[in-house]
């Protein structure tokens, strides 16, 4: 086992004193006024889920798995950075699901379902914040069956 | 005084367009003068080599080469121009195993997303004053993956081959 200290390159090109808190902040506003089409995003994540639906457990699906989890967690990530507080936090409580399932079960397959429909639902009627009209019903119903889940298998 | 940001650079790697170029004006805004942005790893690696950055911030899941091999490659590339550059990887995971994972390849900073520019910062502020001393045990080659814990209430002395003798 070999330990280094490689030199600080970049360290010593930028010297001390941290970054000004106004830059911080002013970067803070570059975050909050972000704005990309991201509903085209989230039309492209349903239109991917799509094929859930057509899912027979029969079949091994250990990998597709993985392709779904990719979907969730990029909506969880990118949804808040532009203007979709709502999108990541559905996102979020389906991903904690799918980082911990060990079975692709009916249960699963019955979130997936459930959150399919609500990134449909908030692509169609544009509702972005989490005090949008019914958003907090989806959260609370998507939520309420992750909890389940996480219960019921004893995560 | 504050950091002269202006003096380094940074390559950007990062597939969604619109995340790649929010970084990119969250870095500039900071500072940063000098910021290349890559959309796909394979590119990524090109521009590393080509313009040798000071900082590697790269997201993790990408077309068909990931930001784990980037980082694989930056770290175990014979011609890699500099395989002990800080490198944050930018993810939506958050789950232990996903960034023991990413630990285990040799990232040096982890960044979930979605992050606010304090959360980039930090990670910043880590690479340039807290690195990692580095680790080659053969299977591994990286910044060493035990985060040093500090103990406050310890006054005691100091008998550890890296303590500094303070």
Redesign the interface.
């Known amino acids: 086992m070999k330990y280094s200290n490689p030199p600080n390159s970049l360290k010593e090109k930028v010297g001390s004193g941290g970054i000004p808190v106004e830059r911080i902040e002013r970067a803070e506003t570059v975050i909050a006024e972000s704005k990309a089409e991201f509903s085209t995003y989230i039309q492209q994540a349903v239109k991917d889920l799509e094929q859930v639906s057509q899912i027979s457990l029969e079949d091994d699906i250990w990998a597709e798995r993985e392709d779904y989890t990719k979907i969730v967690m990029s909506m969880k990530a990118h949804g808040k950075m532009f203007g979709y507080p709502l999108v990541t936090a559905l996102s979020y409580e389906v991903l904690q699901v799918l980082d911990v399932c060990e079975k692709f079960n009916a249960d699963m397959l019955d979130i997936l379902l459930a959150y399919k429909q609500s990134l449909k639902l908030i692509a169609d009627n544009k509702m972005v914040q989490m005090n949008a009209d019914g958003a907090k019903d989806i959260v609370n119903a998507l939520c309420a069956a992750c909890g389940r889940y996480l219960q019921k298998y004893s995560f | 005084?504050?950091?002269?940001?202006d003096?380094?650079s940074v390559l950007v790697v990062e597939d969604?367009v619109?995340?790649a170029m929010?970084t990119k004006?969250?870095l500039h805004?900071?500072?940063f003068k000098d910021v290349y942005v890559a959309h796909d790893a394979e590119t990524g690696f090109e521009l590393f080599q080509k313009h040798a950055p000071?900082?590697v911030i790269a997201d993790w899941?990408m077309g068909d080469m990931s930001g784990l091999d980037l980082v694989k490659l930056i770290r175990r590339d014979p011609l890699s121009k500099?395989s002990?550059v800080?490198v944050i990887l930018?993810?939506?995971?958050s789950?232990k195993?996903?960034v023991m994972q990413a630990r285990d390849i040799g990232v040096s900073e982890f960044l979930v997303?979605?992050?606010?520019?304090?959360d980039?910062?930090a990670r910043?502020?880590q690479?340039?004053?807290k690195?990692r001393?580095?680790?080659?045990?053969g299977d591994f080659f990286g910044p060493?993956r035990r985060r040093k814990r500090v103990v406050q209430a310890y006054d005691g002395p100091m008998r550890r081959y890296?303590d500094t003798g303070e």
């Open positions: 005084m504050s950091y002269t940001l003096r380094a969604m619109p995340m929010l004006r969250i805004t900071f500072g000071d900082l899941i500099n002990y800080p930018m993810t939506g995971f789950h195993l996903r997303k979605p992050f606010t520019a304090k980039m910062y910043i502020l690479a340039i004053e690195p001393q580095f680790v080659d045990n060493d890296d």
